[in-house]
């Protein structure tokens, strides 16, 4: 089946500054999506984003389809920032299930 | 914004117990999907359902787990037998189409003892 990479695995980080999560894949998709995931233990839904670049608020996303990578970018990180974000994908060709990545520990420090 | 909704939150039971968890998926979605989240672990996808059949199902849905859809708003998991290592974070989602955004519910945390 299809690999899916995140790096780095943790990130200790000052409020105020900027992070960037890198998600690498193994195969074409045909979805790709961004989870934080709180303490609580919800996914919430960040980005919905198989090619291209979107932003929303302090949170952007960028993805290279054709070089099988994307990037999640948090500016001005603030505490509830911090979690678990995860990378999903679902590979093309007939398939409909998210494999998800093994996600980036995020922890922002007052 | 229309959610997906799952219930209970949180469950025990003892193992060799049936459970049946409970998820409404949004109203226009046509593909439901059940994945879980062993503790500390990523998620892993289960099964998914379109047309009132499974479409795909991963070698962890073995025969003790059944998906059904009741009527017309329910999906349900139920888990005929459950082992100690079924314990997990179960999580609901649903989609308009195969391709675009699965939305996922809050999850039921299941506790076998």
């Known amino acids: 089946g299809i690999q899916v990479e995140q790096s780095p695995p943790d990130l200790i980080l000052q409020e105020g500054a900027n992070s960037t999560l890198r998600c690498n894949f193994s195969?074409?998709?045909?979805?790709l999506q961004w989870f934080h995931q709180n303490p609580w233990g919800q996914l919430i839904n960040l980005f919905y984003?198989?090619?291209g670049t979107k932003q929303n608020g302090r949170l952007s996303a960028t993805t290279v389809a054709t070089e099988r990578y994307s990037l999640l970018y948090i500016s001005s990180s603030q505490t509830t920032d911090s979690g678990v974000y995860f990378c999903?994908?679902?590979?093309?060709?007939?398939?409909?299930?998210?494999?998800f990545g093994t996600g980036t520990r995020l922890t922002i420090i007052p | 914004e229309p959610e997906v909704t799952q219930t209970p939150s949180h469950q025990v039971t003892q193992m060799g117990q049936e459970v049946i968890l409970r998820c409404v998926p949004i109203?226009?979605?046509?593909?439901f999907y059940w994945y879980r989240q062993i503790l500390g672990q990523k998620v892993e996808f289960l099964v998914s359902f379109y047309n009132n059949e499974i479409s795909e199902k991963s070698e962890i849905f073995d025969d003790q787990f059944s998906v059904e859809r009741p009527d017309g708003s329910n999906f349900t998991l139920k888990i005929r037998s459950t082992k100690l290592e079924d314990s997990a974070m179960y999580f609901c989602?649903?989609?308009?189409?195969?391709?675009?955004?699965?939305?996922f519910g809050p999850g039921t945390r299941l506790l076998v003892l």
């Open positions: 109203s226009n979605h046509l593909y």
């Open positions: 195969d074409s998709v045909n979805n």
């Open positions: 999903a994908v679902v590979r093309d060709f007939g398939n409909e299930k998210l494999t």
């Open positions: 984003i198989p090619s």
């Open positions: 989602a649903s989609s308009v189409t195969r391709r675009e955004t699965q939305y």
